[in-house]
């Protein structure tokens, strides 16, 4: 029933939201683009000159840039790995009878409700800490020696921070689509005699395919660009070894003043993210066919 | 739907299922425990579970050094700031693809979707640089603007999802019975769009609450949120346990409490629907 007016009422409508993601999208890329290729740096103002693919050179062959880019990947592959599998686990956990589903749920998911510093802190100073933490009192009764987390497996423990702040968020998710599941499906899967790990595989499993895409499709999106935790807990130490892409970028940017390495490292951000992005909004297209 | 499972075996589920929620929950827990403790207490070996001395000082201390009102005021105006800014301009958006889809609707709705892929960091510097220009730098306007931009895909998003679901036909009827336009806002439409758009508003406080990247790096004091006033207990001399723990308890009470009451539109919000 569009008529001509009501689309071009519609469109004014849309407007004011396409034109501001628009500017949000365009004019920071352009210009970092621009900055990219100018020796740009805030401590020597007056002095920007462009520099071609130099800045591009610097950064793609620091070996800080190589260890970055793969803790960014381990840290995305790392915390999806876990929460994935211990959200299917957790939401088959939780979806059996018991009593007191609802609390067990809501003591479950409280995580992703405390913000990354607060998580990054507490994790930092009242479990991994050598001295203080629980887990090197723990370690200690059984008379063992504490390991200090953070600085001899630095990305582990950032890896295991995030994960538990997203373990709530996959098992919200993927319990809700456990619970739409028909139940009588599964009984009649049991009548034919299929056990329950056949169960699991041929009738589970594909039903919660759909919410695992859109989980692994979320959570991408936030842990590519992982900032607190790592900020907080080891600042990318100890040298880069729990440095990822965003946080490089940073310390170029805000820490060294380079505008000029840090926007290049911020264009190959973009595009590390674009090839993620490109896979996963085919996919999240192909599922979200309402 | 018979009950197949013993009581046995539902007992046995019970206590599993509440070992495993526990210990999830246990570092949230440990972090109220320890906020109500004195700083002796809080790093005593072997750690006092239950039994210490309970005290409340270092709520009092919190407040009385660092002025955690402030911060406070900050995360609240910014958050809420932010999520009424993209909800006014995400509502028409959201409704107009809802109730006059075209056939780019959907590649707009991708579009959107695809600028959260953007990393932040891509956009960090010039940000800081016109914020540093332009005086929004450390200050709530500033902040909201960024946070406004950052939400508006997820708000328009969860907006067209729930405006999708009311039925277009009851627009109809109400016309034909001789509505005019604006009743047909205030009595019809409206009252079905108001969960959705409360439920949007919801998620996205919180969200807006929790985010990090853009409140460290645009703020140093006057308009720093609760995220970057936490942070900022990581340098050596903010070691307080009783004290970052007062903090913290108190910077994740309301949003938790939020978030609980919100979980199930969590999921249809957070997944676009796509989950039910």
Do not use: C
Not at chain 2, 155 to 171: A, D, H, N, R, S
């Amino acid at each position: 029933m569009a008529t001509l007016h009501t689309r071009s009422a519609a469109r004014l409508m849309m407007a004011p939201s396409v034109l501001l993601l628009l500017a949000w999208m365009i004019i920071p890329l352009a210009m970092t683009i621009y900055f990219s290729f100018l020796r740009y740096n805030l401590l020597m103002p007056g002095t920007e000159e462009f520099a071609g693919l130099a800045n591009y050179q610097y950064f793609l062959t620091d070996p800080a840039f190589f260890t970055a880019l793969a803790n960014t990947l381990l840290i995305v592959g790392g915390v999806l790995l876990i929460t994935v599998i211990g959200g299917i686990a957790l939401a088959l956990l939780l979806d059996q009878p018991m009593y007191g589903q609802g609390i067990v749920r809501i003591l479950v998911i409280a995580p992703f409700f405390v913000m990354p510093t607060v998580s990054a802190l507490v994790w930092k100073n009242m479990f991994m800490n050598p001295v203080n933490g629980l887990f090197a009192w723990i370690a200690g009764s059984f008379g063992l020696q504490p390991i200090d987390w953070l600085a001899s497996v630095p990305l582990l423990s950032i890896i295991i921070i995030i994960a538990w702040q997203w373990l709530p968020f996959s098992t919200l998710i993927l319990l809700t689509a456990l619970q739409s599941l028909n139940e009588e499906q599964k009984e009649a899967a049991e009548m034919d005699g299929a056990g329950a790990i056949s169960t699991f595989i041929y009738i589970v499993l594909p039903h919660m395919a759909r919410a695992i895409t859109v989980v692994v499709l979320i959570q991408t999106i936030f842990l590519l660009s992982v900032f607190a935790e790592i900020l907080v807990t080891t600042n990318g130490g100890p040298g880069v070894q729990s440095t990822n892409l965003t946080f490089l970028v940073y310390t170029q940017a805000l820490l060294q003043f380079d505008i000029g390495g840090a926007s290049a490292g911020g264009i190959v951000a973009v595009v590390l993210a674009n090839i993620v992005a490109v896979f996963l909004i085919r996919l999240i297209g192909k599922n979200l066919e309402a | 739907m018979a009950r197949r499972y013993s009581a046995r075996r539902e007992l046995a589920m019970t206590i599993i299922a509440w070992t495993v929620g526990l210990a999830i929950f246990f570092p949230i827990l440990w972090t109220v425990l320890t906020s109500f403790k004195t700083e002796a207490e809080a790093v005593a070996s072997p750690p006092s579970f239950l039994f210490f001395h309970w005290t409340t000082e270092n709520y009092a201390e919190v407040q009385s050094r660092s002025n955690y009102l402030a911060h406070f005021m900050n995360s609240a105006v910014i958050s809420l700031g932010s999520t009424l800014a993209a909800l006014v301009i995400a509502i028409p958006a959201a409704w107009a693809m809802a109730f006059s889809p075209t056939k780019r609707t959907k590649d707009v709705l991708m579009w959107m979707l695809s600028t959260k892929m953007m990393p932040p960091v891509g956009a960090l510097i010039p940000v800081y640089l016109i914020f540093r220009d332009t005086g929004l730098l450390d200050t709530r306007p500033g902040l909201v603007i960024v946070l406004t931009l950052i939400n508006l895909p997820i708000v328009t998003w969860m907006l067209y999802t729930y405006f999708k679901e009311i039925p277009g036909e009851i627009l109809e009827a109400a016309r034909m019975d001789g509505a005019s336009l604006l009743k047909e806002i205030v009595y019809v439409l409206t009252p079905m769009a108001v969960p959705g758009i409360a439920s949007t508003l919801l998620l996205n406080v919180i969200l807006a609450w929790n985010e990090a990247f853009w409140t460290l790096n645009l703020t140093t004091s006057e308009a720093a949120p609760l995220t970057a006033f936490i942070a900022s207990y990581s340098s050596p001399e903010g070691l307080f346990y009783g004290k970052l723990s007062a903090a913290s308890t108190m910077a994740i009470a309301p949003i938790l409490i939020l978030g609980w009451f919100s979980q199930k539109q969590l999921v249809r919000g957070l997944t676009f629907g796509a989950v039910k």
